[in-house]
């Protein structure tokens, strides 16, 4: 008679069971789990494995891999698996398929090419939507930090045809960490989708991140888009860009100069547009911005370091000719150039001239990354190779996140991955080196597939669900309503009520009459400068899901504190607590003129 399973049976055991019976009784493994599946009553070990799972698990499972049929199939035996949460995250099936990054087939799905691996999950997707998926599903998270949802998925997993089913289905573009993820990455037709759907460019860095990266066609868009939301003359945001474009891509700088932008701009530090594209490599784009009428104030530094970009050892050693004692009059900020171009440059040849004429292997940026940090970031394994044999200590510590270049390579892999970079050579190189173990798996920046499974291969396994318990496993009270009182009086308690109300009722119309037409909120590229900007941020909030719980209010002599708890709300995943936030309301005239207290501005 056959062994009725356990109410909780555990795979693992199981797995286990059948390679001890394996080992003892000297038969294959085929055989051990099929011996092992007939003593609970199955006639395969696939069935007993399935009994095991449950549908649940097998719909993630197969959502994961892009595997369509396997996916109709449970849903047909078992319909509310299309939302049905897991154990570990929390997550939804949909939000699973949004983040893999493997987009296989299965095996023997018959799926072989990238189009139709794609193609699959695109497929996959539409029966889980079909079935009752939200295509708004996220995990609630705050965006820009532990925020995911399928959209955003979509995007940094590289699947073009998935983001646009989702917007077509009625996914919110109005995140603004998702349009500028799509930006960073250079992917143009996912930026158009979203901006047509909603998405809007200020408070994002999208345009920022297109040009850091050198994406011309996205800067075009966002730059049209932005110049729609703000009616201000492109060519003064093209200008402001120019500097730090100048130094990433000519066909960037070409995209901004047509857009109005001054050729004889100078980025915050007061370096010229010229300048960087000199030190960048580019005397292209340096002579055209002269012939557009830009000053010439290269120096001979300049020269040396865009010499050195192009990898040209005729050019670099010219110049230290010219001025032998170059290299010795430098300041730190000019030796840590050297850490900029073991990212960027695609060889590694330009930090081995740059070493072989005195850049030290050591130098640091302002936020104390080395060239290793910066090179096993970026996947450069020729590059983390060179470096590691010129004495490149292979656990220093940065300063921002006192992280080893093992931790950034890790991290790399995943945030960067699909990009030209080796970040498998890249861990391999380190690990051969003696990196340390410790701190590689980052907490909400997992490695790659193919980084994590060498990592375990290496002895370093992933820590069991780490954060999961924080972000996931929230007690009910953690998200009820919070009892908003109003403490002090005098001449803004009318508006502190007001504002209560407002935000109560999400009250657009109404929040916006107490606001002065000036009103200010942060500061820089991301803050806002008037009613209509501050307005835009709220009804897109609101409008993608953020949830506001007012805890109390008070009143001072010009001022209104607020302190709250917003966030979004997971759909279709487990609630997550909301991120409490001080919001003061400084008062003039009988109307609110500034917004302070959040961190950075609006985020």
């Not at 066609?217 to 009616?231: F, I």
Request: charged share 25%; glycine share 10%.
């Amino acid at each position: 008679m056959p062994t009725a399973l356990p109410p909780r049976p555990d795979l693992a055991q199981l797995r286990r069971r059948a390679k001890e019976l394996r080992d003892s009784a000297h038969i294959s493994l085929a055989t051990a789990q099929l011996r092992v599946a007939r003593e609970y009553g199955f006639a395969s070990w696939p069935k007993l494995k399935a009994a095991v799972e449950g549908p649940a698990v097998r719909l993630r499972r197969a959502a994961e891999i892009g595997d369509a049929a396997t996916v109709a199939a449970v849903l047909a035996e078992d319909p509310a698996a299309a939302t049905a949460p897991d154990d570990e995250l929390g997550w939804p099936p949909l939000l699973h398929l949004a983040y893999s990054r493997r987009r296989s087939g299965g095996v023997g799905s018959g799926v072989e090419s990238a189009v139709d691996r794609r193609a699959a999950m695109v497929e996959t997707a539409r029966l889980l939507l079909d079935a009752g998926a939200d295509p708004a599903s996220n995990n609630g998270g705050r965006p820009g930090f532990d925020y995911r949802s399928a959209l955003h998925g979509s995007v940094v997993s590289g699947q073009p045809g998935l983001t646009a089913l989702l917007l077509e289905r009625g996914a919110p573009a109005g995140d603004r960490i998702t349009v500028r993820e799509a930006a960073e990455r250079g992917d143009a037709d996912s930026v158009r989708r979203l901006l047509d759907h909603g998405a809007t460019v200020r408070g994002t860095w999208a345009l920022e991140a297109a040009v850091h990266n050198g994406h011309a066609e996205a800067v075009r868009l966002l730059l049209e888009a932005e110049q729609r939301e703000t009616g201000r003359p492109a060519g003064e945001r093209a200008g402001s860009l120019l500097a730090d474009a100048a130094g990433c891509s000519p066909d960037v700088v070409a995209v901004l100069l047509d857009a109005g932008a001054d050729p004889a701009a100078r980025d915050d530090d007061g370096m010229s547009a010229v300048r960087r594209a000199t030190r960048a490599g580019y005397p292209e784009v340096a002579a055209a911005l002269v012939e557009r009428g830009a000053p010439d104030d290269t120096t001979v530094f300049d020269q040396l370091l865009g010499a050195c970009r192009r990898g040209d050892r005729v050019a670099a050693r010219s110049w230290l000719a010219a001025d032998p004692g170059l290299m010795e009059s430098l300041s730190e900020a000019d030796r840590a150039a050297i850490v900029d171009v073991a990212q960027r440059a695609p060889t590694a040849d330009p930090v081995g001239l740059m070493l072989e004429i005195g850049f030290p292997v050591g130098a640091r940026n302002e936020n104390g990354e080395t060239p290793l940090h910066a090179a096993a970031y970026a996947g450069k394994a020729e590059t983390v190779r060179l470096l590691l044999d010129a004495g490149a200590e292979v656990d220093a510590l940065d300063t921002a996140f006192e992280a080893t270049p093992l931790a950034f390579a890790t991290v790399g892999s995943g945030e960067a991955g699909g990009g030209a970079g080796d970040w498998a050579g890249t861990v391999q190189a380190l690990l051969d080196a003696g990196a340390s173990r410790d701190g590689v798996w980052v907490e909400g920046k997992p490695p790659s597939d193919e980084v994590a499974a060498l990592l375990r291969r290496a002895g370093v396994p992933a820590p069991a669900a780490a954060g999961s318990a924080r972000l996931n496993a929230v007690p009910e009270e953690a998200v009820a309503d919070g009892s908003a009182t109003i403490v002090g009086g005098g001449e803004l308690r009318e508006l502190a009520e007001a504002l209560l109300a407002a935000y109560e009722q999400r009250d657009i119309d109404g929040f916006g009459a107490l606001l002065s037409p000036d009103v200010h909120w942060g500061a820089g590229p991301v803050g806002c400068t008037n009613k209509a900007q501050v307005l835009t941020w709220y009804q897109a909030a609101f409008g993608g899901g953020i949830r506001v719980v007012i805890d109390a209010v008070e009143v001072l002599d010009d001022r209104i504190v607020v302190d709250l708890r917003w966030g979004r709300q997971p759909a279709d995943a487990r609630p997550v607590a909301l991120e409490p936030r001080r919001q003061i309301f400084h008062v003039r005239d009988g109307e609110i003129v500034e917004i302070t207290g959040a961190p950075t501005g609006p985020s």
